[in-house]
């Protein structure tokens, strides 16, 4: 009862407009999580307040959610953060010049910390600062010592994520420099004998500690040598532990909610960045080159806001605009994003680092200097944000057009040229058919003869009921491919390089926009527009169904990628892997990355997408040195195995057994473009949409 008298003030209608959102689907929501009581269940992100997890786990409550909980399960922390009294309480006596040596323990606490906190001045004041460090940071610009220490991938380490659940960390290679495991160091100083140190100290620290704490427990016939290998081998150990309390709501923590305050101005959000976390991959330059998901904006951070939100500044995309909050400020360009509630702007972490790399040093603006210190309610959501216009204006370089929403031909050009094809489940269940039925317009007369493919053929299928849009398909083919950064002025001029490109359209209204996701590789077309207009044949088809390269035949024309209708096809405008950008690519240790199983291409030449005919070339000859028949699922290509959603299929279309066929024959299957008969051998599986 006194739940429903705390809520009576406030009315679901008013809340839609005030959040710009749809009633009807405010509405549906509710509807919809009554229906499915005690199977739903509502999560509340992770910026969010203390105060809205209380309410969202009373919501969860009420729907009976909360039987879903794993009680038999629970995140364990086995240590204990610090909070803000001792962070506060550290600085002041740094300030005062009461503390001798400060250690930074694999952390970044200058470019981290809330400006409010005055650590870096602080820092200035204790005489020994020392900082182990896997590269250059702000912080180790402040230290009179920097330790190097191993990068992750060459580390020994243990987790423990949850009740009874043991993970392990092994390296997969040996320290390439002179560095040494962090928790190495820890032990010989814990110890104060340097004399301890050698380069297995850290790994048989961990084996005596899983042979007395988890070996010991479980009991097993076999001897701990075995156990080790097969934990080693499986990376996981389930031990029987039981949970030590299962929380309980307590409905007096919902009704302590304050009022929340009233707010003027615009609220700010905080975000770690999509492609640099909070900073520490801001030098890479895979990552940096690769599109945001929605926005595909580049190499750079920015202000997202609603077209309202603009209107109302007097300001356009590439303006400039300053930020102000918590006596702090920031200058950083405005991005009109779809979809952005009014009066509410968001901007990306992670960016405007210095003393960090070649990559990362000076791209984009670091925003955390408007974070919330550790008290406030919430430190990435900043209230009473002042936002004023500069007048001055900074290009941001998107990979996709901008403002298509404001073009009505190009707003719906993805459906009606049979590029995104989407339907409702209803609309499925319906009619299975529908969107066979929809294609059988666009199948044109071929005027081309058929060609008959005997063996294998090879063809990939992308679900898009599926993909997420994440994007890591992409960075596998960047790095299974060696495929070049070229940085943020080649990829204005529509000089990126990447091999996979995942489509973002808008559809609907800048409100309310409708999203569609599509990856878009070299579609490996049987009949290829790239191979007719080649003119000295250096494209061309294999008997297994390949849209082929030849570099060495290649005369840089372009004709192939002018009449490639999906445009997927890359021109090497330089000779990007040793010659540019002073030959980045072959500096220590870049050019330890490349992978030696793939043709080197130079300038002048076009490349694309092989359907990783390396991995095929691979399977073919362990295929002959066992003496079978090659088979389709013998070879996965880079992009399938890293699909964390596993939206790609790949494999021989010729089998009717396979994967591919079936998802190539399934009735959601459609190929791009079908209208211009290129036949092309990547299916896209149509979305289904609720609504
Ligand atoms: S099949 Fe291979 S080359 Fe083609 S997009 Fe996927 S990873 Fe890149
Ligand atoms: S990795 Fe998979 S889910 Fe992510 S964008 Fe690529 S295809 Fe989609």
Known sequence: KRVVELLSGYSLSEFAEKASVNLKDVRMLASDLLKYRRSAIVYAGDKLPMDVHIAVNLLNEVIEGTNLYRTDQSTVTNYQLSNEEDWESLISDMDSGRVGVVI?????????????????SALKKVETVVTLAQSHTETTQMSNWVLPINHDLESWNDYKTRTGFFSMQQPVIYPLYSTRQKEAVLLVWIDQDTKKFNEDLYHNYLMDRWQNEIYKKLNLAVDFKTFWYSALHDGVVFVDELVSSIPSYKIDAFYNIPKPPRTNGYTLILSQSYVAGDGRFSNNGWLQELPHP?????????????????????????????????????????????????????VELGYGRTNTGTVADEVGVNANVLMNSFKSPSRWIVSNVLLEPTGESYQLVTTMEHHSLDNVLLNEMPFNRGIIREGTLHEYEKNPDFIRKEREGDRPKSIYKKFEYTGIKWAMAIDLNKCTGCSICVISCNAENNIPVVGKDQVSVGREMQWLRIDRYYSGSPDLPRVSLQPMLCQQCD??????????????HSPDGLNMMVYNRCVGTRYCSNNCPYKVRRFNFFNFRDHFESGYYNQQPVDMMYNPEVTVRSRG???????????????????????????????????????????ITFGDMNDPESEVSKEREHPLGYYVLESLDTVPNVTYKAKLRNT
């Open 104 to 120: 930074h323990f694999d952390s970044n606490p200058v470019y981290h910390l809330p400006q409010g906190y005055k650590y870096a």
């Open 294 to 346: 929605v926005t595909k904006v580049v190499w750079d951070n920015y202000v997202a806001m609603s077209q309202r939100t603009a209107g109302t500044l007097r300001v356009n995309s590439n303006d400039v605009i300053k930020l102000s909050a918590n006596g702090r400020e920031v200058k950083l360009p405005v991005l009109i994003q779809p979809g952005m509630a009014d009066d509410t702007v968001m």
């Open 527 to 540: 009949n290829a527009p790239c191979e007719n207009v080649c003119p000295v044949a250096a494209t061309t």
């Open 605 to 647: 030449v076009m490349e694309k997408c092989t359907f990783c005919i390396q991995r095929i070339i691979e399977a073919k000859q362990e295929a002959i040195q066992e003496g079978r028949q090659l088979k389709g699922n013998d070879v996965k290509t880079a992009c399938q195995q890293a699909c964390p959603a596993e939206a």
